[in-house]
């Protein structure tokens, strides 16, 4: 079975700042996607990035991005020129490859990052 | 873009009661999931559905019962509510990928149910 960790329950990050998110996950999978979802404060999930394990090139959204090392099983989100509405409780998850219908998708427990003025 | 909706934003039951929670999604996405979450444990698969009248269960089902009658609809039911089930309830839907991939899995904006 698939682990998911965020070994930060709770990060805080000067508004113009860069911040790092860790995330590690544990699989015997080779091909599998990674992502990174976003909830703000009594706000809905959404997507921010998302990870193919083929592709070696890190994916970058704007001023989201991320340092995927597929060997040591890492997967952080870089969040540059933090902005208040960055505040949000961060999920990092993981999805098998050819997994049907999604229902394997793991979560991790999630980090809640503030962004200070 | 997409949408997902849900009946509530907060309810609270008292124990016991049967509470229906439901989820509507507009593009026609194949695949319908309830998780829970809560702190420290992140996001648990509840049940998911991938076509109309077709459920499985998820990592804790217990407790809980699902209906999918409609292609944009899947309700979650507690058939008798207890404490131990205050909690976020989110739903999500996705599109599975030609060739029996799922992919990218979209939320809805949570009820928070408390039964008291």
């Known amino acids: 079975a698939q682990t998911v960790t965020q070994s930060q329950p709770e990060m805080s990050v000067q508004e113009a700042e860069t911040v790092t998110l860790s995330c590690t996950y544990d699989?015997?999978?080779?091909?599998?996607?990674l992502f990174w979802y976003k909830q703000p404060p009594s706000r809905q999930m959404i997507l921010v990035i998302r990870?193919?394990?083929?592709?070696?090139q890190n994916a970058t959204e704007n001023r989201f991005s991320v340092n995927f090392q597929k060997a040591a099983k890492s997967f952080s989100l870089k969040i540059s020129d933090s902005q208040l509405g960055d505040t949000a409780m961060y999920f990092c998850?993981?999805?098998?490859?050819?997994?049907?219908?999604?229902?394997?998708?793991?979560f991790g427990p999630g980090t809640r990052l503030s962004v200070l003025p | 873009d997409v949408k997902v909706t849900q009946s509530s934003r907060y309810l609270v039951k008292r124990t016991g009661e049967k509470v229906f929670l439901e989820c509507v999604q507009d593009?026609?996405?194949?695949?319908m999931f309830w998780y829970r979450q809560d702190p420290g444990l992140g996001l648990r698969l509840i049940y998911f559905?991938?076509?109309?009248?077709?459920?499985e269960k998820g990592d804790i089902p217990e407790g809980y019962s699902v209906s999918r009658e409609k292609k944009e609809r899947f309700s979650l039911i507690l058939e008798s509510a207890s404490t131990n089930q205050t909690s976020m309830y989110l739903c999500?839907?996705?599109?599975?990928?030609?060739?029996?991939?799922?992919?990218?899995?979209?939320f809805g904006p949570g009820t928070r149910l408390t039964v008291l």
């Open positions: 999500a839907s996705s599109f599975p990928i030609a060739g029996g991939s799922a992919d990218t899995q979209y």
């Open positions: 699989t015997s999978e080779n091909n599998y996607y």
């Open positions: 990870q193919e394990a083929y592709k070696q």
């Open positions: 998850a993981f999805m098998k490859t050819w997994d049907n219908y999604g229902q394997n998708f793991v």
């Open positions: 593009m026609d996405h194949e695949n």
């Open positions: 559905s991938y076509d109309v009248k077709m459920k």
